[in-house]
């Protein structure tokens, strides 16, 4: 099972985010963390931004889908995205994973619309 750890703009748009991997089966499960906050540089300058922490669930042979459409979802040009291997645990959440991201029988993603970005509607 892979792990993806990724930072999210706005408390609102992290569940259109998670919707949308969850709806072309690149993922199998999120959770979102709402209102963390971030301090880092960024193009010279420090930011201090609200964000939200989103948790995806999938299978390792959706990586490179799921990398793909995050970087055309995600509105920032630089977005956090850590793969974590997860090589032990419930082999029957595994195998569901697996199951549901289609990486079982090789179904294909059947949306590949757009998220919105901040002030737009979905």
């Known amino acids: ?55 995806f669930k999938s299978a390792p042979r959706t ?4 990398e793909e459409r995050f970087r055309e979802l995600h509105p920032y040009d630089c977005p956090e995205l850590l793969m974590i291997s997860v090589d032990e645990g419930l082999k029957s959440y595994f195998q569901w994973v697996a199951s549901v991201t289609g990486a079982e029988t090789h179904e294909p993603n059947p949306s590949q619309k757009p998220v919105p970005k901040d002030g737009e509607g979905p």
Do not use: Q, W
């Open 1 to 55: 099972m892979i792990y993806f750890c990724v930072s999210s703009v706005t408390e609102d748009a992290a569940p259109l985010l998670a919707r949308r991997l969850v709806e072309e089966r690149l993922a199998a499960c999120v959770n979102i963390i709402p209102k963390v906050r971030s301090i880092y540089r960024y193009d010279g300058e420090i930011h201090d931004e609200a964000e939200s922490i989103l948790l």
């Open 63 to 66: 990586a490179g889908g799921f």
